[in-house]
């Protein structure tokens, strides 16, 4: 489906989530993460862009445990995250559109959960390349968790929270030769719609990662 298909479909309210390609297992338990090595810091900064272009390979999963626990995994033993929230209010969730289905990352069982048994790439993005990208990271903010925070900022400090996230995405990739990008241009409503979010759930972000392309 191409860039202006899918935003027709989205202004009309029709954009869907696809089949799933496979079986969809309930949970996905993940191999620990490595917490050793990858490069310094500031080379993985050096080296940190946006790219488009992906190989359609599935990445395996020490690799999609480490890059999970990098985003926003446990790293100390009171809990605290590997991205920082205001109050330590941890109201990001990363849900990982797979072909296989829709999951959630739990950070503390170190699995995935099933919440979807559908394609939710097809939703994640209206650029061309989300059907042929292996994986989308979704970032949903769950404002239930900010109540010690103003309404109306809510909303801004989540946003804050989940651009840290993308930013330890981003920091992992380049030190694995992994692609991503982080997306914004997205229909809210129609991932909200298949993952069976709340009301007081938000959707605020997309972020495709995936093995680069390798040109022939």
């Known amino acids: 489906m191409n860039t202006l298909t899918r935003v027709a479909l989205g202004m009309m309210g029709k954009l869907r989530s696809g089949p799933i390609l496979g079986h969809s297992e309930t949970s996905i338990a993940l191999p620990a993460p490595e917490k050793?090595?990858?490069?310094?810091?500031?080379?993985?900064?050096?080296?940190?862009?946006?790219?488009?272009?992906?190989?359609?390979?599935?990445?395996?999963?020490?690799?999609?445990?480490g890059l999970l626990w990098a985003a926003y995994g446990v790293n100390r033993d009171d809990g605290g995250r590997t991205a920082p929230s205001a109050l330590n209010a941890q109201e990001i969730g990363v849900y990982v559109a797979l072909p296989t289905g829709a999951y959630r990352y739990d950070a503390l069982a170190n699995e995935l959960q099933l919440v979807a048994n559908t394609d939710l790439r097809r939703v994640a993005g209206y650029q061309d390349f989300v059907d042929e990208a292996p994986m989308d990271l979704v970032y949903v903010a769950d404002h239930t968790r900010l109540g010690q925070v103003p309404v109306a900022q809510r909303e801004s400090f989540a946003y804050v929270a989940a651009g840290a996230i993308a930013q330890n995405v981003y920091l992992f990739a380049s030190s694995n030769n992994l692609s991503t990008v982080i997306r914004a241009w997205i229909d809210r409503a129609a991932i909200a719609d298949a993952l069976g979010l709340t009301h007081d759930q938000q959707v605020l972000l997309s972020q495709t990662v995936g093995y680069r392309m390798v040109m022939q």
């Open 36 to 65: 050793q090595g990858g490069l310094p810091l500031m080379d993985a900064l050096a080296r940190r862009h946006s790219s488009r272009e992906f190989s359609p390979e599935l990445l395996d999963l020490p690799l999609l445990s």
